[in-house]
């Protein structure tokens, strides 16, 4: 294993210490591992929350500051955060017009962040509201959790309802519009190679140097099947053939089509897979309105990538090109 680390068992700590050294326009909680933006809790606003297992950089801690997450919590690799650090990220973001917890839906996270909400009210805390994000359309149950998986359409959740946020909008209106992106969206992922956990030394799973693996989830689990190895034409083929299929993405105002690293992909590889999803998807009829293009929910050192559409309309739209500014992410500020 050649990892740029001290210890795997300070890999999370010491990363957030470079977090924290790189903007300090942030403020970490190093006790409770949360990350927050710097002038939380604004008052009067809706914070958001989110978080999981670590290995997913920039997801989630990337996304923190104006216009996406007021806090995120940071797990050890693959594992969910406690319901401590969530209280912790709920009381810090609470500005009086309530918390949303922006939850991808794997046991652990779904589990904790239920248990959080409930530590929350009774201390009389902040008014919690909850989303999970299920738009995997790989597997119906895998390994983490039951259901679809909660993996792509997070980032796009997080800036969109960012943004609703940022306007001052109630927290349920926020939710709503969290659910609606939820609703809209769809993604799939493929493996090129596996990732190595730090604290494991070795490669999660084993994968021929001449297959590759259809539907992978971000923490290893198994997909639809392996196939060999293909040309990036037939593998955007593989990956939004299930997404079309699952939603219909016709009519509206286009879509928000995400081409999203694994941890381990160039970004010139990144614009040969979205250059095919566009040609695709213009082929179907299906205008690309938007577009994200970069290792934005990754699995650290994987190579791969995911598609992700979301079926776009006015409201979207605005609210995804409304001004945002976290380390990950910057746009109009």
């Known amino acids: 294993m050649k990892k740029l680390i001290n210890d795997p068992a300070t890999i999370i700590t010491d990363a957030l210490h470079g977090l924290a050294a790189a903007h300090p326009e942030l ?23 989110s978080g999981g297992g670590s290995g997913h950089e920039p997801l989630h801690a990337g996304f923190v500051g104006p216009g996406m997450l007021d806090a995120a919590c940071a797990g050890e690799i693959f594992t969910s955060p406690v319901p401590d650090q969530m209280v912790a990220a709920t009381r810090a973001v609470d500005g009086g017009a309530g918390v949303l917890h922006i939850v991808k839906n794997y046991t652990g996270d779904v589990m904790n962040f239920e248990l959080a909400a409930e530590m929350v009210a009774a201390d009389g805390g902040a008014e919690v509201t909850a989303v999970v994000i299920d738009d995997d359309v790989a597997v119906q149950d895998s390994l983490y959790t039951a259901g679809r998986r909660g993996v792509g359409a997070t980032v796009l959740v997080e800036k969109i309802a960012g943004a609703a946020a940022e306007e001052g909008r109630p927290l349920a209106e926020v939710a709503q519009v969290a659910r609606k992106v939820n609703a809209s969206a769809r993604s799939m992922g493929l493996a090129l190679t596996s990732c190595t956990v730090p604290a494991a030394g070795r490669p999660t799973f084993d994968l021929p140097e001449d297959e590759m693996e259809v539907g992978i989830g971000i923490h290893g ?18 990956l939004l053939g299930p997404i079309l299929s699952d939603r219909d993405f016709s009519g509206g105002d286009g879509v928000i089509a995400f081409v999203n690293g694994m941890g381990a992909t160039p970004l010139v590889e990144l614009y040969v897979m979205f250059h095919e999803v566009s040609q695709i998807l213009a082929k179907a ?28 309309d006015d409201e979207l739209l605005r609210l995804w090109d409304a001004p945002v500014r976290t380390p990950a992410l910057r746009q109009g500020a």
């Open 27 to 49: 403020r970490v909680d190093y006790d409770n591992r949360v990350v927050v933006r710097g002038d939380a809790p604004v008052r009067g606003k809706v914070g958001l929350v």
């Open 221 to 238: 689990e198994p997909g639809r099947r392996r196939v060999p190895v293909a040309p990036a034409n037939e593998i955007a083929e593989m």
């Open 285 to 312: 009829g299906i205008p690309v309105a938007r577009s994200l293009v970069g290792p934005y929910i990754t699995s650290l050192d994987m190579a791969g990538c995911s598609v992700t559409l979301l079926r776009a």
